[in-house]
Structure formats: C-alpha cells, structure tokens
C-alpha cells in the first residue's frame, strides 16, 4: 500500500491507495505562505514537511509515499518553488531531504501531471492517442498526456503546461469593448474572474464576490454575470485555440473547484467562445465531443499519484 498525497496551495488530502481504491481520505488546509507570510522560506518548507509527517502516522501500513505537489517538480523529483505554497521565493527541496524527514521512500510528480495519469490510464479512454486536462481554479492549468506511449508531455523542468502564466499583449474582446494585457490566469482563473468584474462591470453587486457565486448568477439568468464569464472564456479561447492546433488533444477535461456545480455552463461559454474564432473549420459538435467535464470527486490528484508511484516500482 501506497501512502498518496494531494497538495494543493489552498488544501491538502491524504489517502491510502492499495492500487484498485482510495481509503482513509481526509482533507485538512495546507500550512501555505498565505496563511504564514512571516515565515521565512526554509521555515515553510520545515512546516510544510512537519504537518505531512504528523498526518501520515495513521499509515504505518504503507511502504512508501506518493505525492502531487502544487509546483512544478523537476526530473531528479526536486521542487524548486511553489509560489502558492511557499511563496514568492524560491529553495530547492530535494527528494532526499523528503525522504529523510518522513522516513519512507518517497516519489513526487506536480499535481495536475498526477490528475492527468488517472484519466491516461482509464479504460475509457484509451481509444485515444493524446489527451489534455485543462483546470480552472485559483490559477489556469494544463497538462497533456500521450496515452499511446503512456508519457506524459512535459519539459525537464516541469514547467509545461502553465498556460495561467502565458502573455497576453493587448488583445480586444469584443464582449468587454476593451483590450486586455497580462498573464491569462489574471484574467481566465477563479481570482481572474472575481478581478474581471471589478474592472468590467458596474454592478456593484458582482465587485466583491468570488467566480463560483458569479457563475451561479450566471446559471441564473443574471445578464452581468453572464457578460464576465463571457469575457473570460473569451479571453481564455484566445490561448486555448493554439493549443488545440498545435497539440491537438482529442480529448480536453475541464475540472476546478470554482466549476464544481456549474462546469457544464462554463463548458458551453467556452464552446461558443471557441467557436467565434473560427478554429480551421472546428464545428459545434467537433468541440461538444473534444470537452469533457472531469471526474468531480477530488480524487484525481491522489490516485494519479498512486499509479505515477506504481509505474516507478514503488
């Protein structure tokens, strides 16, 4: 049995994985640099590594530990930085310090590479040859995964799939009636929708309250909330059809908390979005069947790390 973890920069889920199923899963919030902004940086890393060890007593069972970190992780398993984690700074954390402060071999692999294996490795899809996940939540994330070889599509240093972090240089949405310079995830992610309505829209209503509750007025019929949700996946097809054409995924999964009750609505917005740009002739129901909402119980992040470990032998 496998110890596998989640980390994530708002909360982290611990579980027990026996190679068919997840079991002892508890969720607590992740000791992270917003919660700690006095801290120095190798003192969150010495807390972030004391509160996994604390919470991985009940699993004296497990021989080794698997983990998806909130950061990209490079080839020989070291984190260099996680900005939502430990901040702005960067120190490198090696796989062999892990391991000796929690005392079990130790295998690590970013987070959303670990949420790409589960569906890699699902029956279901293995009719295809590439798929990509794509996640809207507190940044914009993607992974993309070969399911023919079985690998995963990623530099040495972890850092593909980051389109939160691409440029954005004064590009004009019509919906918004005004140009747009930054980096997507200011604009595309839950914080970059919250943003998006206090720079865009006049209803007071709408400045102060988080993407999930702007999608549920959008769900609503709330014609405001409808034009920034419009505006972002506006903003978000302009990156994404690129890598439609030049990855070419036959299949994108769409997941992220702020989607959790209204992914099908935003999955719509970003279709017709799509489709005013005019994708070398993509169709409607091209794009229905490339978009797929994700798996919606949170797992995908620990059972992805289970099998990464698996496939490494441990």
């Known amino acids: ?66 983990i998806g970190f909130a950061g990209p992780v490079k080839n020989d398993s070291s984190i260099s930085f996680s900005p939502n984690i430990w901040g702005p700074k960067k120190n490198r954390l090696s796989i062999e310090t892990i391991e000796k402060f929690l005392e079990k071999p130790c295998c690590i692999i970013n987070d959303l590479s670990a949420a790409i294996i589960r569906y890699g490795y699902d029956d279901r899809y293995q009719s295809y040859k590439r798929i ?24 040495q240093h972890g850092r593909s799939g980051e389109l939160g972090k691409i440029h954005i240089d004064n590009i004009f949405i019509p ?31 709408l400045h102060n309250i988080q993407a999930s509750k702007i999608l549920r007025l959008c769900q609503k019929g709330h014609s405001e909330a409808s034009r920034i949700i419009n505006i972002a996946t506006e903003i978000l097809a302009q990156i994404l059809q690129t890598t439609i054409l030049s990855a070419a ?43 797929e909402l994700g798996y919606g119980d949170d797992y995908s992040g620990m059972i992805g790390a289970g099998l990464y470990a698996k496939n490494k032998g441990y």
């Open 1 to 66: 049995m496998i110890s596998v973890i989640d980390c994530g920069g708002s909360s982290t889920r611990f579980g027990i994985w026996d190679g068919q199923k997840l079991s002892q899963v508890i969720t607590l919030a992740t000791p992270s640099y917003h919660r700690h902004k006095d801290l120095p940086i190798e003192e969150l890393q010495k807390l972030w590594l004391t509160f996994l060890k604390k919470n991985l007593i009940e699993h004296k069972n497990c021989s080794s530990i698997s």
């Open 132 to 155: 990509m996940l794509l996640t809207i939540s507190t940044g914009v994330g993607s992974k993309i995964f070969d399911i023919t070889h079985k690998e995963l599509l990623i530099d």
């Open 249 to 291: 995924p036959e299949k994108i999964f769409i997941m992220g908390g702020i989607l959790q009750d209204n992914g099908n609505l935003f999955k719509q917005q970003l279709i017709s979005s799509l489709l005013k740009l005019k994708i070398y002739e993509y169709s409607k129901s091209e794009l229905e069947e490339l978009f």
């Open 175 to 205: 919906s918004a009636s005004r140009s747009f310079s930054g980096t997507l995830e200011k604009y595309a992610s839950g914080l970059g929708i919250t943003h998006l309505a206090k720079i865009c829209s006049k209803d007071i209503e």
